[in-house]
């Protein structure tokens, strides 16, 4: 029985001469990863947009600041207002306040905010989740519905021109519970459940637990936390009538008069008021974009 002969190699039918399908496929995926840079970019930009006014405007005068069209370089720059505020209002003082009322609302937000949220995801208790829901949607309430009975127990408890007012009112809020709630969910339970069986408090493992692994989360709090109450204008408002107790954003109200205001020292306390807020987030930046990112995972 003769034996067949063997069948000839395949031969790859040649390529057309052009672009590898890798390459054509790279094409339109490096199109569109620069028309997303592009469209950030020209985000980041209307977002300095205002910034880039004021920094420009704390080096003007006072009736060069409104002109029409903006000049955004001024014409001379006026170095001296930086000098001149100091002298103008007690700006360090002003810059001390909101710096202690920021410092110390930060603190007992996060403490109590860290608390209750693990109490409201790692502790198992009857009906949690109806009075969490009802926590959280205190925060569809808008501020200005309780502004005046907040301001008449803080009146009759004679608190009112002091900084308790602020700081009691300010230490609890609905949105860190929330945010470290979230946070805590993405931990697994065994770790608790493994720590209460090895004879662990809950106060042990909220402290020597959730709290090492919850930086990212503890960062973002205080960040937002520390910004909001730097920026506030109307609790101080509110509550605080001394001049001595003033925090910056209600000291920069001294350069408005009854019939014209000088924008130009406006806007440089502006910029020394933001100098401290650009600090702190420069710092904890990695730690708020990780926190923020991190704390819709589950929930």
């Known amino acids: 029985m003769t034996a067949l002969p063997d069948a000839p190699p395949a031969v790859a039918p040649p390529r057309s001469p052009g672009r590898s399908p890798g390459t054509r496929s790279r094409g339109p995926r490096l199109v569109r990863t620069a028309l997303a840079y592009v469209c950030l970019l020209a985000v980041a930009l209307l977002v300095l947009v205002p910034f880039a006014w004021m920094v420009s405007s704390s080096l003007k005068r006072d009736n060069e600041v409104l002109t029409v069209p903006i000049e955004w370089i001024p014409r001379e720059f006026r170095w001296s207002n930086f000098a001149e505020i100091w002298d103008r209002i007690p700006m360090l003082t002003y810059l001390g306040n909101s710096a202690f009322l920021s410092v110390a609302i930060t603190v007992l937000q996060v403490l109590t905010g860290s608390f209750a949220a693990y ?8 009906g949690r989740d109806a009075l969490f829901l009802a926590y959280i949607a205190t925060i569809a309430v808008p501020w200005q519905a309780y502004m005046v009975p907040q301001y008449i127990m803080m009146q009759r408890a004679e608190l009112t ?9 300010q230490a609890f809020g609905a949105f860190g519970v929330f945010l470290m709630r979230q946070y805590y969910m993405s931990i697994p339970d065994d770790l608790c459940e493994a720590a209460r069986i090895d004879g662990l408090s809950e106060y042990g493992i909220y402290v020597r637990i959730m709290l090492p692994l919850s930086k990212p989360a503890l960062a973002s709090l205080a960040l937002l936390t520390f910004v909001n109450t730097w920026n506030d204008y109307m609790g101080p408002f509110i509550y605080l009538t001394s001049n001595d107790l003033w925090t910056v954003q209600l000291g920069l109200r001294s350069f408005v008069g009854q019939y014209d205001a000088e924008y130009a020292m406006i806007m440089t306390g502006a910029v020394l008021s933001v100098l401290p807020i650009l600090v702190v987030f420069l710092f904890g930046q990695r730690y708020f974009i990780r926190g923020i990112a991190t704390s819709g995972l589950k929930g």
Not at 119 to 125: L, N, Y
Not at 161 to 166: A, F, K, L, M, R
């Open 161 to 169: 021109d002091t900084y308790w007012s602020i700081i009691l009112l």
């Open 119 to 126: 109490g409201f995801s790692k502790v198992r208790f009857p």
